[in-house]
Structures are given as structure tokens and as C-alpha cells.
């Protein structure tokens, strides 16, 4: 699981995020907490690291999500913590604080942080982050567990001789930790105690600092949350407490991909600006949130998606902050930026980041292309002149409506310096998608890190090059054919090669060595069902640097030809456009076997559900990829609640009780055309029950007392204002029969039908934020965020989530189960 974080003061209830509790009225205790100097302290820089994401986590299938670390680690804990101080430190930061929870969980790997960081030899500390940390006797059980190391490994910081302590989120009152402080010191000796002061007021740290030696930070919000938070606490810290330490946090990108909670990154600008509001407040030290949260999409390891982009831009920040001359490069050092996927008709955006040149020649012309995946030019922005005198970056935009043919582009970059010109290869795609954006990340790639190949010879896919479509083949097999050499020699940073990675759909499929993409490779190839798969060709170094090559793309002949898909673009009014009949998403569940706990997706999609998921995270399924895919581990259980039946027809159903649900998470309601429809029998209770609703309002079908079926959607009126469609059925839903229900959305009106028969439509406009906090619960409705509620009694089978707004005759039906819509 990842931190738990909401952004921009979206707490999810139940969960303390960033502070301490307690009586909010204790009055202020006298400060008794010894003397001591943080000179040494200043200028420190870290990042908060949680042990369950670690940075040799797995390449194909993985927890978390889908990115992860540039480089390759090794697989014993103690090498790659040795290899992350080795990488990191060069970049400016003074360690890591390790997290344990209370009362000893992950202490083992805390102490492999140690024994890794003093076998790099470079300097590299660690702290202790306390999760949960309560002021009680399981305090005092976690110290045990982290002696002798705390208090006499060379690598756990210390300051004035004592080592520094995080707590994070702990509960208890000043009072009680005083207390509690006062019995860890009377066994283990003295420590420098921080807390978590990521949401403090200047009452709470009158209340909180005469315990404690100063404060850190966890946590990840949005610009204006973090400026309110340092316009109330800065000058409070100067002022009233100059000698406890004061540690800001720098806040990279936050957003959770499982329910669609947090900030929406701008490419690298959310977090060029936290550098700035976090500097501005003149903090002691620094925390840099996260090291490798791969969950929220936060992290500052060199990762696949961002390269090492957010640690350069720390290297040349730290810099800056400590009077120092930022480091120059002797050839340009340009990175590009894009989003890995863009809703069809919001806009395409790029950056171009270039780094101080040494010497007199700092001006370099930069243009950018817009190319599809045989290179052809499909924009090119006029040349822009950055003088890189210090960080700078261009910024580009560009609709892309404009392109409604593509199923991605590819930003390629040329740059002309000092009486020479380079081009990039084309860089990793946006997809364009249709109804769904099925992550919310982005690229970002260091030109200097691309293997230099030589592309005159293409690769293909039983016989199709780039930006072809292979379908599916009988007997399931595809034959991989490459020409491609790396050109230079062995040991030089971006030459060569040694590793080969075939992706589908932006994860690892198959991987061998091989110094070139030069060789023939039969691979069996999953089948696409009714989905669109890509795939490419990935040419991997020692050092961490790169080919990829553009895609080539599957899928079977389940819905072949076009459709209308009703858009909303960033500017302009709603418009139809034709697409692909295969680019438009969708999730089926036909619960016509038993899958224990799984909510199984039969569409080619892979996006299941989890029965009865609950607990943190609300029964997400741990594991997310680049297209829709959200699986994972569940209980095989036969007793799960939903119950599977057969019923009396001889068909497959889930059985619901009134206390039982499905969710389905991982990005699953569609904020724009939709159809929601499925199969129900209900049982007759007098109550009004849920039937699937999503926690961001994009639908709720409910059955009323009388057993009407009502339908309902969020949206806004003909003037722009919030408001709320709702339809109901004509006549009660006969209870003990089987009826078919759908919900269709146009951006015009919501429509109901019962049994293919329209009940009634309602005028409702589209909203933007319907584009997140988007889980759906199945046999009940979705509170925020993922909070299942008004539960249904009686049976559901046939479940279709549909990213377009079908019509009566592309409807499931109960009566004729089968995929009827392309």
C-alpha cells in the first residue's frame, strides 16, 4: 500500500493524514527538552522511503503500479541499497528516512538500509521514520527492534551525537509524549525527535514543539495548500522557535491510481514550483516526498516513466539553495516531457527542460515535432531559442482533435548548438485515448540517455512494422524480426547495447540478453479479446540508457470498422467524431463462473473487480499497468460474499444479501459518454437499494421503496452550474424476474432503459470532475472515495461498463448474453 495521502485536503475519512492527535485544547507545556546545535543539521537533504516498494521491485507485473526504477538493482537487499547511495548521492542527498511501522514492522529492511549505505562508502545516511507511532509501551518495542543500529551504525544520522527520529502521524496528546519520549530516552539515551508537521497551525506547534526538537514533513498536496501551510507556520518557526529544526517538503507528483485521488500532474511544473514555495520559506533542511511511491505516483528514484529528471532538478535547486554555482554541462542537457495518455479533444503538452551549458555558448535552438510512428511529421512547432544560463523550460501545446485518425504520437526533438545539429529518436508515445484516461502519468526522457541505433532497418511483427495493426493470428504465435544495430563501443554511457525487452502495452513481456535488436524471436502472444494492445521493442544498458522503438500495434476481429464517440474538447463545444471502433474501452463481467473473491473482466482488458474488497485502499487490486489493466491477488474462497449461484434459468449470477458489494477500482467510471447496463433480480425488501454506483458522481442506479429504477448522474445545467439528472422507470421492476437495465450518457442527457425500452432522458451538460475519484460498486453505491453503501438484496450477472454512449440495439440484453457493440 502507499502513503495514505488525498491531495489538496481530500482526507479520506477514518484516516489521520500529516498530524498528530489529541486534545486540541491542552494548553501549552513548558519547553524542557535539552539544548542543542542544528548548525550541522542545515542544508541536509532527504527523502522519505517506504519499504514496500523497493527499487528492484519487479518489472512485469508488480505492485503498486506500473513504473519502476531506471536502473536494474540486485536482488539482495543489501546490494541495492548499496547501489541507491552509490546512485543518489551524487545528485545532493544527504540520505533516506527509512520507514517502520509500530511496533516492528519492516525493521530488517530499515537495517539492510544501514548495512547498504555503509558499504557504499560515500557518506549516504539513514534515518528512522516511525508510522503510526503511538506514546505507548509498543514504543519502546519498536526502539528495541532498531538497536544497536540506532544509536551506533556509522550510517544512521546523528546529530550532536544523537540520532535524528521522524514521527510520522502518531497519535496522543503533548502530554503523552512527553511522556512517552522521556521512557525511550531513560532506556536508549538521547534523540532528536521531529514531527510530522505537514498540516500544523501555529496553535498546534505551541502545542507540540515544547516536546519534541522540531518538525519534518510528509506529505503531498497542491500548490495552494503547501503556500497556506508555510504562510501560516514560517514565521512562527523563525520567530518563536529559531532553535528547533524547521524541515520543509518539496512535493513531486501525487496521484493515486486506484481511486483517482490527488493532484493532477502538469509535467514536471507542480514540482518545479514546490521547489520554489518550499525555498521561499527558508527551512532548515528538506524532505523530498517520495523516494519510490510507485502506488500515488510519487517518487524521486530514476524511474522508467520520469528518468532521473526529478533528482537533476533537485541537484540544481540544492545548489541555488546553498549559494552555490549550479553544475555545468559541456554539451546541452535537454530533457523532454509529455503525458503518457490524453483524452481525445484535451490538450497535447510538452516540455523541453535544458540544463546550464558551460562556457560562452550557452544559446541552443530547439525545435519540436509532433510524429507518428513511422516518423512521419505531423506537426512541427517553429524553432524557440533557450539561453541556458540556469534551468529553463519551454512549453508546448497543441489540440489534439487535431488528430482523431492517431492512436498516438510521438514528441521527436532537434536542437542545433555551437555550429552542430542532433535529433532525438522519436521519444515514448501519448496515447490518444478515447473515454478514459487509464493512468495519469508522464514520460520524461534525458536525450543524452538514448542508445544512439541505427534505425534505417525497421522491426516487425509477423511481417507489420511501426505503426501497423497485426491481428490476432490463429495459432497465437508472433514472430519478432529486427535488423537494428546500436552503434559505438562497449563502456560509453549511451552506446551500446546488452538487454532486450519486448513490451505490450507498455509493460515487459518477455526480456533476453542481446547487444542489438538484431534477431528473429517467436513469442506467443496473449490474446487482445476486444481490446487494442501495442507493442515494442525496448534496447537496454549497463549504464541505464535507452532504445525504444515506436509500436506496432494487435487486436482480434471482435470489432472491427468505426463509430461515433460525442467529445468534449478544451475548447469548442461538443462535437461527435468517428474513431476506431477498438480504441473505445470497456469492462464486461458476464459472472457466469465462479472466480472466488475475482470480479472477472472478459473484455481483453483485464480490469478486474475484488467481492466484498475492503480495507485500506478499498479493495484495490494491487497491481496496475499502462493501458486498463487493474489485477491482483485475491482469496480463492467459494464462500465469498456476493455469493456465485447458478440460478433456477441455469445461468451464472452473483448473489447479494443486502450487506455485500463488488468494487472495482483502478480508473473504472467513465466521466464523459457512457453506458452502465446490467442484468438484476431483485428481492422485494420496502427499502431503497443501491444497485452500481461511482464515488465521483459519474452514475448511481438505485431501487426505489416501490421498485422503480432510478438513474442519476452529476453533472451541470444549461447555465455551467453543478447540478444532478435523475430518471426513473415508468413502472416497479417485477421482483424474483430478471430484467435488463441501462444507463446511456450523451453529454446532452442521461437515458434510462428497462429492458431495451426507454424509460425517459433528462437534460444534463458534461463536468470536468467526473474525471477522477471514479471506483464503482456493484451491488450497492460508492461514497467517497471508495466508501461502498446502500446495499442491494437479490442477483446481478451481465455487467457492462461501456466507454461510449451505445444504442438499444448494441445493448447486452439478459435474455442474449454476448459482446453485441464493437
Not at 528514484?301 to 532538478?313: K, T
Not at 492512436?407 to 485515448?433: C, E, I, K, M
Not at 535507452?546 to 464517440?565: A, H
Not at 470480479?599 to 485502499?617: A, I, K, N, Q, V
Request: net charge neutral.
Amino acid at each position: 500500500m502507499g502513503r495514505r495521502l488525498l491531495a489538496a485536503g481530500l482526507l479520506i475519512p477514518g484516516i489521520l493524514v500529516g498530524r498528530v492527535s489529541g486534545s486540541a485544547a491542552e494548553a501549552p507545556l513548558p519547553d524542557t527538552r535539552p539544548a542543542f546545535d542544528k548548525t550541522a543539521y542545515r542544508g541536509t537533504v532527504w527523502s522519505a522511503a517506504n519499504p514496500w516498494w523497493p527499487p528492484n521491485k519487479s518489472r512485469t507485473y508488480a505492485g503498486g503500479g506500473p513504473d519502476f526504477a531506471w536502473h536494474r538493482y540486485p536482488d539482495d537487499p543489501v546490494a541495492m541499497w548499496k547501489e541507491v547511495a552509490l546512485r543518489c548521492q551524487p545528485y545532493g542527498l544527504t540520505g533516506l528516512q527509512g520507514e517502520v511501522l509500530l511496533p516492528d514492522g519492516y525493521i530488517s529492511t530499515w537495517k539492510a538500509m544501514a548495512e547498504g549505505f555503509r558499504q557504499a562508502g560515500n557518506g549516504f545516511f539513514l534515518q528512522a521514520f516511525l508510522t503510526g507511532a503511538e506514546p505507548t509501551d509498543k514504543l519502546l518495542t519498536m526502539f528495541a527492534a532498531l538497536m544497536p543500529e540506532l544509536k551506533e551504525h556509522p550510517n544512521v544520522y546523528r546529530l550532536d551525537g544523537h540520532p535524528v527520529v521522524v514521527l510520522y502521524s502518531p497519535s496522543g496528546t503533548p502530554s503523552e509524549w512527553r511522556e512517552a519520549i522521556a521512557r525511550v530516552e531513560a532506556r536508549y539515551g538521547r534523540m532528536i525527535w521531529l514531527i510530522d508537521g505537514a498540516f500544523a497551525t501555529p496553535e498546534w506547534l505551541r502545542q507540540y514543539l515544547p516536546v519534541v526538537d522540531g518538525i519534518s514533513m510528509y506529505a503531498n498536496w497542491s500548490d495552494q495548500s503547501q503556500r497556506e501551510l508555510y504562510a501560516r507556520i514560517t514565521d512562527v518557526m523563525h520567530r518563536e522557535f529559531p532553535t528547533k529544526v524547521f524541515e520543509g517538503a518539496v512535493h513531486t507528483t501525487y496521484f493515486v491510481h486506484f481511486h483517482y485521488g490527488g493532484v493532477q500532474p502538469a509535467l514536471t511544473e507542480k514540482y518545479r514550483r514546490s521547489w520554489e514555495i518550499t525555498l521561499a520559506a527558508r527551512p532548515d533542511s528538506l524532505t523530498l516526498t517520495n523516494f519510490f511511491d510507485c502506488y500515488e505516483n510519487s517518487r524521486v528514484l530514476p524511474s522508467y516513466e520520469l528518468d532521473d529528471v526529478l533528482l537533476r532538478i533537485a541537484r540544481h535547486q540544492i545548489d541555488l539553495w546553498k549559494g552555490r554555482q549550479p553544475g555545468e554541462s559541456d554539451t546541452p542537457e535537454l530533457y523532454v516531457s509529455n503525458h503518457t495518455n490524453v483524452l481525445l479533444g484535451q490538450p497535447l503538452r510538452f516540455e523541453v527542460l535544458g540544463f546550464p551549458l558551460k562556457g560562452p555558448n550557452k544559446e541552443v535552438t530547439v525545435r519540436l515535432e509532433v510524429c507518428d510512428e513511422e516518423e512521419k511529421v505531423l506537426h512541427a512547432f517553429p524553432e524557440r531559442q533557450m539561453l541556458l544560463d540556469g534551468l529553463k523550460v519551454e512549453t508546448f501545446t497543441l489540440p489534439s482533435d487535431r488528430f482523431l485518425d492517431r492512436r498516438a504520437v510521438h514528441p521527436r526533438v532537434t536542437y542545433r548548438w555551437h555550429g552542430g545539429q542532433f535529433q532525438s529518436y522519436p521519444l515514448p508515445q501519448t496515447n490518444l485515448v478515447t473515454s478514459l484516461r487509464p493512468h495519469v502519468l508522464f514520460w520524461c526522457r534525458a536525450l543524452d540517455h538514448q542508445i544512439r541505433i541505427d534505425t534505417s532497418r525497421r522491426w516487425t511483427l509477423n511481417g507489420v512494422g511501426p505503426g501497423g495493426t497485426v491481428t490476432y493470428p490463429p495459432d497465437g504465435v508472433g514472430v519478432i524480426a529486427a535488423e537494428a544495430f546500436s552503434q559505438g563501443m562497449p563502456g560509453v554511457a549511451n552506446r551500446g547495447g546488452g538487454w532486450v525487452r519486448i513490451l505490450r502495452n507498455g509493460r515487459e513481456l518477455q526480456s533476453l540478453e542481446n547487444w542489438d535488436l538484431r534477431f528473429v524471436w517467436p513469442i506467443r502472444l496473449p490474446h487482445p479479446g476486444g481490446a487494442l494492445d501495442w507493442y515494442q521493442l525496448e534496447l537496454e544498458n549497463g549504464s541505464g540508457a535507452r532504445y525504444l522503438s515506436t509500436p506496432s500495434w494487435g487486436k482480434s476481429d471482435r470489432r472491427p470498422g468505426t463509430v461515433s464517440l460525442p467529445i468534449w474538447p478544451a475548447e469548442g463545444p461538443i462535437r461527435e467524431v468517428t474513431v476506431e471502433a477498438a480504441r473505445v474501452p470497456f469492462f464486461y463481467y458476464p459472472c457466469d463462473r465462479s472466480t472466488g473473491r475475482l470480479l472477472l473482466d472478459t473484455s481483453g482488458y483485464d480490469h478486474h473487480g475484488y467481492l466484498g474488497g475492503s480495507g485500506y485502499g478499498g479493495g484495490h487490486l494491487a497491481y496496475t499497468a499502462c493501458r486498463h489493466e487493474h489485477v491482483g491477488l485475491v482469496a480463492p474462497t467459494e464462500d465469498a460474499e456476493p455469493r456465485w449461484v447458478r440460478d433456477s434459468d441455469g445461468r451464472g449470477c452473483l448473489r447479494f444479501d443486502g450487506n455485500s458489494y463488488v468494487m472495482i477500482q483502478g480508473g473504472t467510471a467513465f466521466p464523459y459518454a457512457s453506458t452502465y447496463e446490467l442484468s438484476l433480480k431483485p428481492e422485494r425488501t420496502g427499502k431503497r437499494m443501491g444497485v452500481l454506483g461511482a464515488a465521483g458522481g459519474q452514475v448511481n442506479l438505485y431501487l426505489t421503496e416501490n421498485g422503480r429504477m432510478e438513474a442519476s448522474r452529476g453533472g451541470t445545467d444549461t447555465q455551467g452550474a453543478p447540478t444532478t439528472a435523475r430518471v426513473l422507470s415508468r413502472a416497479p421492476l417485477p421482483a424474483g424476474r430478471w430484467s435488463h437495465v441501462a444507463v446511456v450518457y450523451d453529454l446532452k442527457e442521461l437515458s434510462l432503459y428497462v429492458n431495451g425500452v426507454l424509460q425517459g432522458r433528462a437534460p444534463l451538460g458534461p463536468t470536468r470532475t467526473t474525471e477522477e475519484i471514479n471506483a464503482v460498486v456493484v451491488g450497492g453505491t460508492c461514497g467517497f472515495p471508495f466508501n461502498p453503501r446502500d446495499y442491494f438484496t437479490g442477483s446481478i450477472r451481465q455487467v457492462r461498463i461501456y466507454g461510449r454512449n451505445l444504442a438499444p440495439r448494441e445493448f447486452l440484453g439478459d435474455d442474449a448474453p454476448g459482446e453485441r457493440a464493437r
